[in-house]
């Protein structure tokens, strides 16, 4: 675009000085590919950021629901956990009253 405006203003001070008809008309017509190239490079710059943000959203649900498996399987572990804590004191306590239960025995 900086390309463009120098050029377009080189274009002026060539006008000014004076142009034969037919550079002058190669400078136009340049000058309208350039333009054209602009807009194509505009519309290909917002393709590509409208896709980004498609997939930048795809990605951040993806995230989020990963997030929540990571979260499922955290408490599915505490879950264990607990159980398995559980059944070490069911197993202790048992222990305990057979050991107190053969001492009642002995004492008797």
Do not use: P
Not at 36 to 64: D, F, G, M, P, Y
Not at 92 to 99: K, N, V
């Amino acid at each position: 675009m900086n390309y463009r405006n120098e050029y377009a203003s080189h274009l002026g001070d060539i006008i000014c000085r004076g142009v034969a008809a037919d550079q002058l008309r190669s400078f136009r017509l340049f000058l309208e590919k350039l333009e054209l190239a602009i807009r194509q490079q505009q519309q290909a710059a917002s393709n590509h950021s409208e896709v980004l943000a498609e997939r930048r959203a795809l990605w951040t649900s993806k995230e989020a629901r990963l997030k929540g498996y990571a979260r499922l399987n955290d408490r599915r572990g505490v879950a264990a956990k607990q159980l398995m804590h559980r059944a070490e004191q069911r197993q202790t306590d048992e222990h305990a009253s057979r050991i107190a239960t053969a001492r009642a025995g002995e004492d008797s």
